[in-house]
């Protein structure tokens, strides 16, 4: 329910469906502080994330004779948000110099957790990571996508998928190990 209208999702929703211009913002309004969210996971700044969050609305507007009522309307977003994210990465990738991950040799992964980092402090350490390590550790750990299924979307071999995974993660690690003592040498 949108609170300070007192306009019920589904009674949006079917206007948006019915090609009104002014549910329609109002549907974009209402969600998009959750698209975005999605979206700055997936992209490496602001500008992008955007985009993709309006691309993905652009998408919702033109396949939501499609969506069906019953159904949450948050997943239905939630998986156009993170399709369009998946899409603009894949263009990306594209153009990068992908090197032969087959031959890549797997990292041993360390059982150190840091704990002392707050969230914001961990998604702005994700952005270090290299496109392809930021997607797959995404997809995986944040969207619950299987490595096989990653393997389809992305078009790489699935053991390419673990690959990235492992580094990232240990990449991850690292950057949380060198900002947890940045903050131990700043404190001290």
């Known amino acids: 329910m949108l609170h300070s209208l007192g306009i019920a ?12 211009l002014k549910y329609q913002e109002m549907l974009y309004k209402q969600f998009y502080r959750y698209a975005m969210g999605i979206s700055l996971r997936y992209c490496l700044n ?11 609305f ?3 507007f033109n396949n939501i004779k499609g969506y069906n009522n019953d159904k949450p309307f948050k997943a239905w977003l939630r998986t156009i948000v993170v ?19 087959e031959s890549a040799i797997h990292v041993q992964s360390s059982a150190n957790v840091i704990e002392n980092l707050n969230v914001q402090d961990i998604l702005k350490l994700m952005q270090q990571l290299p496109p392809i ?8 750990e944040m969207d619950g ?27 991850l690690r690292s950057l949380i190990i060198s900002e947890t003592k940045n903050d131990v040498r700043t404190v001290g």
């Open 83 to 101: 399709n369009t994210s998946i899409d603009r990465r894949r263009k990306e990738l594209k153009h990068q110099l992908n090197i032969d991950i």
């Open 145 to 171: 996508y299987s490595h096989d299924e990653i393997s389809i979307i992305l078009n790489i071999p699935t053991s390419s998928s673990r690959v990235y995974l492992s580094r990232a993660k240990e990449k």
């Open 46 to 56: 602001n500008d992008d994330a955007l985009e993709v969050v309006n691309d993905a």
């Open 133 to 140: 390590q930021l997607t797959i550790f995404n997809m995986y």
């Open 58 to 60: 652009i998408k919702v």
């Open 9 to 20: 999702e589904n009674e949006i929703i079917n206007q948006c469906k019915n090609g009104s």
